[in-house]
């Protein structure tokens, strides 16, 4: 306000940091390598890749491998999109049993579950043949009411596909599904850009662009199953056809779940699943065993599936607490060899931001002890320690 050369400068000054500590912000998240990694492979530009959603994305890349192939994309009016059929099929979410699981638990995961269910059951709007029976509603796809051609299914006699949710596909002989194809270019793309991370690991700069470059892939892969469910506000979501894939990874869980619990010398009993994640308990074993059962598990579940459904060994959790869906912490080990257990948790309050730090200290130290000791006795006595130091108001407020 008064004008003097060093309170101007005062300003600048203060505006300057401001502008460093943005750029600071922006270097170490990586922004501008991991958008214009995305931006490249995408065929998208700079400022659309967080401006626009996930159907922009999907899209770009639908319509490069569309136009070959002589297919154009449809435009249907939000009208006909709200018309379209309810979806009917949901994941597969098990209710654990809570309980303080002392022997190892093995986590198990479908890798890329509903991209490689696309391409192994070659699902999309192009290989689409309508419903495998009649039925009361209207026979549509997505928003169109669907027609079969008379004899068409004489024609393509067992070059057939059909879904879990009664839905029927061509085969990949008869044509190969674009959803797939482009799919199948993305993991393969990204498993040799993962492939080529681990040449060359002391060039930073390389491995960050590697990493910034599988990271969009997978971003894009894990989003194509939602352009086709998105049917509140997509462009052209197909709700019979996003139903056939939850439909068959659901299919595939419980398969692998049966499975694993009709070869006894095993002994695991599947205790949680969720999506696409298997958690396999082995009472009594120890982790050495564990380690080979889960490689084990992993190879045979693989081997029942068709080509891409790859189910992968995660890691091992020795303790481990269950507490509900989508809420369970423990000590986790990822390989053999390692000594110091790594403390993982999900969705319990040590994570979520709702609660105090005090809580979160508490609570994350207690697990520890419990996980250390299995003595629920010297559980309590930490916590009851620090209640009482809170009553008498020896911990700062904040």
């Known amino acids: 306000r008064s004008g003097k050369p060093r309170n101007i400068l005062k300003v600048v000054e203060y505006f300057?940091?401001?502008?460093?500590?943005?750029?600071?912000?922006?270097?170490?998240?990586?922004?501008?390598?991991?958008?214009?990694?995305?931006?490249?492979?995408?065929?998208?530009?700079?400022?659309?890749?967080?401006?626009?959603?996930?159907?922009?994305?999907?899209?770009?890349?639908?319509?490069?491998?569309?136009?070959?192939?002589?297919?154009?994309?449809?435009?249907?009016?939000?009208?006909?999109?709200?018309?379209?059929?309810?979806?009917?099929?949901?994941?597969?979410?098990?209710?654990?049993?809570?309980?303080?699981y002392t022997s190892p638990l093995v986590v198990l995961d479908f890798q890329s579950l509903y991209p490689s269910i696309m391409i192994a059951y070659n699902y999309c709007y192009s290989t689409f043949l309508g419903r495998a029976h009649q039925w009361r509603g209207r026979n549509k796809?997505?928003?169109?009411?669907?027609?079969?051609?008379?004899?068409?299914?004489?024609?393509?006699?067992?070059?057939?596909?059909?879904?879990?949710?009664?839905?029927?596909y061509a085969k990949p002989e008869v044509r190969k599904s674009l959803l797939a194809r482009m799919l199948a270019e993305i993991l393969e793309t990204r498993v040799m850009v993962k492939n080529g991370m681990k040449i060359d690991k002391d060039d930073k700069a390389l491995q960050r662009l590697l990493n910034n470059r599988q990271l969009a892939l997978k971003l894009i892969a894990n989003v194509t199953y939602g352009y086709t469910s998105a049917s509140f506000s997509g462009r052209m979501p197909c709700s019979e056809i996003a139903d056939s894939i939850v439909q068959s990874g659901r299919e595939t869980l419980e398969k692998a779940i049966a499975f694993i619990h009709s070869v006894e010398r095993w002994g695991a009993e599947v205790v949680y699943g969720d999506t696409d994640s298997l958690f396999v308990y082995l009472k009594g074993r120890t982790r050495?065993?564990?380690?080979?059962?889960?490689?084990?598990?992993?190879?045979?579940?693989?081997?029942?599936?068709?080509?891409?459904?790859?189910?992968?060994?995660?890691?091992?959790?020795?303790?481990?607490?269950?507490?509900?869906?989508?809420?369970?912490?423990g000590f986790k080990y990822e390989h053999r060899d390692q000594k110091e257990p790594e403390f993982d948790a999900k969705g319990i309050e040590t994570v979520r931001r709702d609660g105090t730090p005090a809580e979160q200290k508490i609570e994350e130290k207690a697990l520890k002890l419990l996980f250390r000791t299995a003595d629920l006795s010297q559980v309590k006595r930490y916590f009851q320690s620090q209640c009482t130091k809170i009553m008498q108001g020896r911990v700062s407020i904040q």
């Open 16 to 100: 300057v940091s401001r502008v460093q500590m943005d750029l600071e912000i922006l270097e170490s998240n990586e922004l501008i390598p991991r958008t214009s990694e995305q931006a490249r492979l995408l065929g998208i530009d700079f400022f659309s890749v967080f401006s626009r959603g996930s159907q922009f994305k999907v899209e770009s890349l639908m319509f490069r491998i569309a136009k070959p192939e002589n297919f154009i994309l449809v435009s249907p009016s939000r009208k006909q999109v709200g018309q379209q059929n309810a979806l009917e099929c949901l994941p597969l979410v098990m209710e654990p049993q809570s309980d303080f």
């Open 141 to 168: 796809m997505g928003f169109t009411d669907y027609k079969r051609q008379p004899r068409m299914l004489e024609l393509l006699h067992d070059k057939i596909n059909i879904a879990p949710n009664g839905m029927m």
């Open 288 to 329: 050495d065993e564990a380690f080979t059962i889960g490689e084990e598990i992993a190879k045979a579940v693989t081997s029942i599936n068709p080509h891409p459904v790859k189910l992968k060994f995660e890691k091992i959790y020795h303790p481990c607490v269950l507490l509900a869906k989508k809420r369970y912490v």
